[in-house]
């Protein structure tokens, strides 16, 4: 068949950097210490880093332009907050509350259980909390109804009494009193009524509220005063607490659950590199180099975060995870560097070899790196805060990362270089013999003799593991076989893939951002236990001045309700105009006529002053917008139960609007899929075309597209098996797995087809001796850089690590399986690479 070539300039590359190498060859010091001083001083911005650091939930975890937001906006501009009539249900944010959870296996309702609750509460109340002018309690900072502090209704109910609930017929879920129906289930969880009634007969847990309404730094003590108190109480019961401040804490104890691993890993990867690049040869090993390596990827890391912390842009959590990333990275483009080296001619001079090392790594280590940082690059368009903070952090050191391989490292490979021209000792740099003299044991052959190179090619000696792949391992995987098999094989990987990703998870649970060991993960699981039958109280507002008297339009309205509540998860309605309609029933009130309701409209608010918080009303009481309640079951997917509230609002004639704090939230549901599929196609689409200027081949661009697809299907699939949810965290190492999948598929590609045999199977075997040991290498430099992360207790490192070992495995195994052979198949039915 004809040719595709389409050499652009990959030609003009290898020239650029054969010159470049030259260069810093012959000029090594000048190299050495202009990244150094470089570092150091775009490394005073991590002065900045405490001032820069962002870790808002709210702001790096949810959509920028989430619609939750807007529907924020404007509930809290049509229905502004009253002071002194607090109400739970009206609350456009979380609020600034502690909450408590009291469970037992048996009744909670128990004479001996409320009185051990009714204590914890009295305690929590007259908690003196230490101030600078003095002290305060509970009923300083309370959230006020009637004058009063807003109060739990169970023990309402029971008047502070533990014998009274003998005497009192409680009915779940809805309580009536002589201030109307009370909402028990925000109470009582997991309750049991009696046999064909609504009186309840028992319950396994009580929930308690306590609002405050204060400033955020007196607020901030008394919830800290009651973390102290809870955690040390001593009591039958099984209590779990959280407050309003405690997610938000929590998170931000998780980048300092990491600093010891950090250097766990560094420790790591410098044993592993000087290991991997350990010769028996003393002049011609390579310890020196694979050191600079480490610290060429560390001097990145330094650069890229000080520069972005000078230049004053947030840094988030998630980007305490890019060294870890980084590392492997840097330390692939070592390894592929020093395999170059290793095949020019000994007997050159330093700058020539350097120069011929450099033509040889150009397109390998500049396709990688441009995949790498505009991978991540295309991450920063992510509507989650979290996203762009990772992937700017990360895209930017990673630019430094390649810019410090071509000149600080290359300036290391050239003094070490001239240290082997020399013939001289790794250590000591004296100079030894090449062969043992004879006078010596051999003992001195151990330490003090090297610099041998094979005297036909004139090269360095070939590594052990790079004869295998040229000898045993290509042989072996280009036979007809095995090729049969590694059909089959990818076959099924692809069908596992698939399935985990039709079975996949969206969306982030706000429990996995505090660490595993943290007070609050209790709390959640027992409110999930116990209370995970009724869900969250949504805000319906009326955006549009409504005529109630009008029968005819009410019935609109009423027709709207419907069908809010035909929904399997509405569970009822709580209106103002439903207790005004019936208040008018009961009065013989006239309603007919405009007049008539504003008159009796005013009546009614000032025996129900709690409903003004529901009416925009003008001074002449026109109602220029309203709102109304329903309440939701946990029933459905929550992301769902959303959707379909505004599905409802959407196809009601009247203009309406549904919203409840945790939307805010929720919105990541709605975008986290659609995002993920857009970056990841653009993408690649982007990388191909990367791959169509720098690989000097058709084919083997579309190899490396086919590469970037499957391994990132792979990875979607396999980490919804691991247990992993689409979310923002892991739509952040999806980003990073678009980049590194590029890695290893471009490294065998571009040395197939610059391969000059004219065998395909033989191309495959060349390709594989050439790059396959340091693919190998740089895929378990990344892997161990990031194994520590296995044992965090942060979900966010965790998923960090989970995903990195699946790209990096996944990528290694198309890299040097999948990719080999299916190259080998194309050449075989006669597509040209030339």
Known sequence: MGSFHTDCIEKHLRAAFKSLGYFVGSHPWWFLFTPLLFSTGLGSGFYFLIAQTSNSIEEQFTPLDGPAKMERKYIQETFPRNGTEFSSIRMTTDGTYATLIAATDTNILSVESLQEIIELDFQIKRMKVQLANGTFDYSDVCALVNGRCSSNTILDLINYDAYNINSINLTFPWYDSDYGSLPLFTNLGNVELNINSSIVQSAEAIHLFYYLETDKATADIWLESFLTLLSNQSTSLQVSYSTSMSMQKEFEKSPGSVIFLFSITYTTAIIFSVGSCWRSDNVRTKVWVALCGVLSTGLAILSGFGELLLLEQPFVMTAASCPFMLLGIGLDDMFIMISCWQRTRVLDSVPSRLSQTYSEAAVSITITSITDALALFLGYTSPFGSVKSFCLYAGVSVVFCYLYSITFLGACMALNGQREAGNR????????????????????????????????????????????????????????????????????????????????????????LALDDSYIIDFYQSQKQYFSEYSFNVMVAVKQPFPYWDE??????????????????????????????????????????????????????????????????????????SRFFIQTLDRTAVKDAMVGLRMTTDACPIDLLVYHPVFIYYDQFTVVTDTAIQTIMIAVVVMLGIALIMIPNLICCISVAFAICSVVVGVAGFMSLWGVNLDSISLINLVMCIGFSVDFSAHITYAFVSSPKSDANKRAIDSLAQLGFPILQGALSTILGVVVLSMSGSYIFRTFFKIVFLVISFGLVHGLVFLPVFLSLVGTFGLNFR
């Open 552 to 625: 005819e339009e009410y019935e609109k309205l009423h027709t709207c309700i419907l069908a809010f509540e035909n929904l399997p998860y509405v569970n009822s309605t709580q209106a103002w105009f439903l207790v005004f309609q019936q208040y008018t029933n009961e009065t013989s009130l006239n309603l007919t006529t405009h007049e008539s309701f504003k008159n009796s409209l005013s009546q009614f608010l000032d025996l129900y002053p709690m409903f003004k918080q529901d009416i925009n009303l003008t001074e002449n009481y026109e109602i220029q917008a």
């Open 425 to 512: 000792h790794w250590f000591t740099c004296m100079k030894v013999p090449e062969d043992l003299p004879s006078s010596h044991s051999k003992v001195f052959s151990v330490c003090c003799i090297g610099g041998r190179y094979n005297r036909m090619t004139e090269k360095e000696a070939g590594e052990p593991m790079s004869y295998f792949f040229e000898r045993f391992y290509g042989p072996f995987l280009t036979h007809k076989l095995i090729k049969a098999f590694v059909l089959v094989i990818y076959a099924a990987y692809l069908a596992v893939s698939l399935f985990g990703c039709l079975t996949i998870k969206e969306g982030l649970d706000i429990r996995n």
